[in-house]
């Protein structure tokens, strides 16, 4: 049982460059969440989903697009990554209870 | 919307003390209450979750206590130790929705 795992764990990209990045869990969870982590900011949400195939805006989407297909993966993408866009990201998901558990996150800078 | 405070912001304490972190939130329509731990660049890590119906959990050293009326959490660590400095993070989560809202968390370090 592995949790929640993220990959990749680091990444540099140049402006306007694209990627994506892969959140995977093996709990069954149905709500599935991506966030981003900024000095003094706390964790903000950018968009989530509660099961295949739906997604959703959180509180900071823009710049972002999701896509979940299968129920265990969600993946965060980015279409022209900006210098605003450096973070870190953090992956949950959460069951019935809504108990959140955390991938361990990926260190993104855009330069 | 819905707030979350944590007071203190920072908090440095000798090894073995007592401590208390506070947490204060502004809806009272909770459905849960989350505490985690995050050390310095890495992910969070869940200590315990309080049901609304629940009015405290403990885990080992860690006691966390929920006082909707009051809109009020408090996490208790007995006999700190320096493996407990970390970044402690409350986490609401309201009945109406399962979005989170993050306090923006108490930096704790113990000193040996």
């Known amino acids: 049982n592995a949790g929640v795992t993220q990959t990749p764990k680091f990444r540099v990209l140049k402006t306007g460059q694209s990627m994506t990045l892969l959140c995977a869990q093996d709990?069954?969870?149905?709500?599935m969440y991506w966030y981003r982590q900024d000095p003094g900011m706390g964790l903000r949400l950018i968009h989530y989903?509660?099961?295949?195939?739906?997604?959703a805006k959180g509180e900071v989407p823009d710049g972002y697009n999701v896509s979940r297909l299968k129920k265990q993966n969600f993946l965060l993408g980015l279409e022209s990554a900006a210098p605003s866009q450096t973070s870190v990201y953090f992956c949950?998901?959460?069951?019935?209870?809504?108990?959140?558990?955390f991938g361990p996150g990926t260190r993104l800078t855009v330069t | 919307k819905q707030e979350v405070t944590q007071i203190p912001a920072a908090l440095s304490v000798p090894e073995g003390e007592n401590l208390v972190l506070n947490c204060s939130f502004t809806?009272?329509?909770?459905?849960?209450l989350q505490w985690f731990r995050q050390d310095p660049g890495k992910g969070l890590t869940s200590l315990l979750l309080?049901?609304?119906?629940?009015r405290e959990q403990t885990s080992g050293r860690l006691n966390a206590s929920l006082d909707k009326s009051s809109g009020r959490s408090t996490l208790y660590i007995a006999a700190s130790q320096p493996g407990d400095s970390a970044t402690y993070l409350c986490?609401?989560?309201?009945?109406?929705?399962?979005?989170?809202?993050f306090g923006k968390g108490t930096l704790l370090t113990v000193n040996p």
């Open positions: 949950a998901s959460s069951g019935i209870r809504y108990e959140q558990y």
């Open positions: 709990m069954n969870h149905e709500y």
């Open positions: 989903s509660v099961g295949e195939g739906t997604t």
């Open positions: 809806d009272s329509a909770i459905y849960n």
């Open positions: 309080i049901q609304s119906s629940q």
């Open positions: 986490v609401y989560s309201g009945g109406s929705n399962y979005k989170l809202t």
